[in-house]
């Protein structure tokens, strides 16, 4: 949760600890789910995607099926790193699967705001500004689809709407959001 490089990495030597420890039981598995999101934040994709593939594999071998909300994460997660690692239609056709096998608001809402961020980067701006209001109407706290929708307007050319969005996202999640600082410095950058 602090985010910094080094508290990572130590996290993922103190979950490699637990996977040796406890091999065979529920915290092995939830410590590699654990060790592949740390590989997410440090930018190692691969690793993060071959740990998640693991996962999945070795729950299936062992007959042992993970849990059911751990399991829903994890395919959000590959289809996520598919995307990245440019299987763009596969991961899009991942994560609308995804949504249609879940009922939990708050998982939807992060799905849609993952497809919003898709095809915002594909230049795909109305699907993309669709798809983040859809991440909203599931759960309005979804600090990624506020963003995502204002630098969908910055994109559609429509300044006073994502400027608009930018205040009120500083306005009600700037003291408690880790993307504030670089939130406020981007909105004072284009103010300018």
């Keep these: 949760e602090r985010g910094s490089e080094e508290a ?103 799905i849609y705001s993952e497809l919003g961020h898709v095809f915002l980067q594909a230049r795909d701006l109305d699907k993309s500004k669709r798809m983040f209001d859809l991440a909203l109407e599931e759960n309005g706290d979804n600090e990624e689809a506020i963003l995502g929708k204002a630098r969908a307007y910055k994109h559609l050319g429509q300044d006073d709407r994502a400027y608009d969005l930018y205040d009120y996202y500083l306005r009600y999640y700037g003291n408690f959001s880790n993307y504030a600082d670089d939130v406020t410095k981007a909105y004072l950058e284009q103010v300018y």
Excluded: M, W
């Design 8 to 110: 990572v990495n130590d996290s993922i030597n103190v979950f490699t600890k637990i996977v040796a420890r406890y091999p065979g039981t529920g915290a092995e598995a939830e410590a590699y789910y654990y060790i592949a999101q740390g590989y997410e934040k440090l930018n190692l994709n691969r690793l993060a995607y071959l740990k998640y593939v693991y996962l999945i594999k070795n729950a299936e071998k062992n007959g042992e099926p993970l849990d059911p909300a751990l399991a829903e994460e994890i395919r959000a997660s590959l289809a996520k790193l598919k995307v990245k690692k440019r299987y763009t239609e596969e991961g899009i056709h991942e994560l609308l699967g995804l949504l249609n096998r879940s009922h939990d608001r708050d998982f939807r809402s992060r």
